[in-house]
């Protein structure tokens, strides 16, 4: 999934013209494509300095990171890999130092290696369980520290709706997505007393370059359950991870928001 | 702003949530119908949100009555044209154990206390969404937010009032079907624990225990709920419908 590169993404909407995250530093995992990219960019458009990482593809990134100056924001861009422990206390230090704090983490970072159970190979599994859940948990537990600290943050998980209803060839990606709303969950009971909200987003299928590219009776399958009848965009996500990164979600937390169109109803 | 020159219709706007709501609407550029049957509330909340330069209707009317509901619909549309947004605030608790035991007998929770949740609950969410949805159905647009609770999950005490608000839950899903090729959305707020006349009487010492099972150990603003309608009835929210969101603090985590 994240193997694919994607064409640069024209930003047209954003979500409120405030600037209610100004001063705010956050880090987006796989901040450099796709729903991330869109992430970020909502972020910084609300006034937040953003961190992204990046693999191999440092041109994309710094991409993402020039737009993002461009609304008059700082930004960063940090070669780690989100499935590696020392990777993100690396890129935690580096963002501290460089942009002055932490306030938001928004763990996107995902890929996908679909097999049905009977034909999956032991490194389709744990590589995807390696990123989508183990890299989750790499974020949250460099960050928490500095979060507890300050008695403040805010931690925005992005999960799927096939982590909460299972999906067709999907065994591992689903166990991760599963696990990472289990996560939510006792992250944001262990760090509520510290005033840190810890919430997940749900997404249906999103028009993503990915998506564009995937087999035609993909989109199809998806568009007869979704309700509203259309894909959402990637700035459909975003706006609900800017809410949820904002003072008007303060006494949110543990919450799994699907952002579907009715998908999963 | 996040609610510009939306019509939005918030009932039980007279107090506690549904006030903060209305001013809140007001606050993020809506223009704003509240319905109450607490006529006093209503005036209050209405010279509140004229203060605050918003825009304001005050309809005294009861959300079980058809055709004080459908009275209710006619003036917003006199008064603004159309009508893009509806919260289904209102609610009431009538708090009783299902059976009491007390000086040796068995005590019954009364008809009339299950009969009149259900109805302002559960029914008036119903109608106000049903009479509301029909220019919504016109104009291809339309937002609905109803009020759920952390009650729904069962609450001792209060047979009537979880039923009435998990059957908010049900109905929210449905109209959520029902409605989306009409392009309206419909969602809910499910608060928890929040400051207002229903959770001001509360013991002191059970205060304490139910603040002990609260991750964030505070109760909700009123506004904090507010903020989660808005957000809901926002276009920001345009992908989402058929959900329900806690604003609790985290109570409901693992319940």
Redesign the interface.
Known sequence: MSEITMESNTFSQT??PGRELAGKVAIVTGGSRGIGQAIALDLACNGAHIAINYRQSAAEAKKVIQQAESMGVHGLAVQADVASFEDAQGMVEAVVAELGGLHILVNNAGINRDSVIWKMTEEQWDEVIAVDLKGTFNYIRATAPIFKEQGSGKIVNVTSINGLRGKFGQSNYTAAKGGVIALT?TI??EL??F?VNVNAIAPGLIETDMVKEAPEKVRELALSEI???RL??PE??A??V??LCSE????????I??????QY? | MLLENKVAWITGGGNGIGRATALRFAREGARVVISDLDEQGLNAAAEEIVAAQGQVEAVVGSVTERLDVQRIVNAVLAKFGRLDILINNAGVNRDALVTRVKDGEIRLMSDEHWELVMNVNLKGTWLCSQLAAVPMMAQKYGRIVNTSSIGALGNIGQANYAASKAGVIGLTKTLALEWARYNIAVNCVAPGATKTTMTAGIPEKLLEGLLGKIPFQRLGEPDEIAAAHAFLASDQASYITGQVLFVDGGISVGV
């Open positions: 979500s409120s969950k944001a009971r509520g007393r005033n309700v509203l009848g959402g965009t459909e996500v706006w609900v800017t809410f008007r979600a303060r006494h949110i937390t543990g919450e928001i699907t952002v579907d169109g009715g109803l």
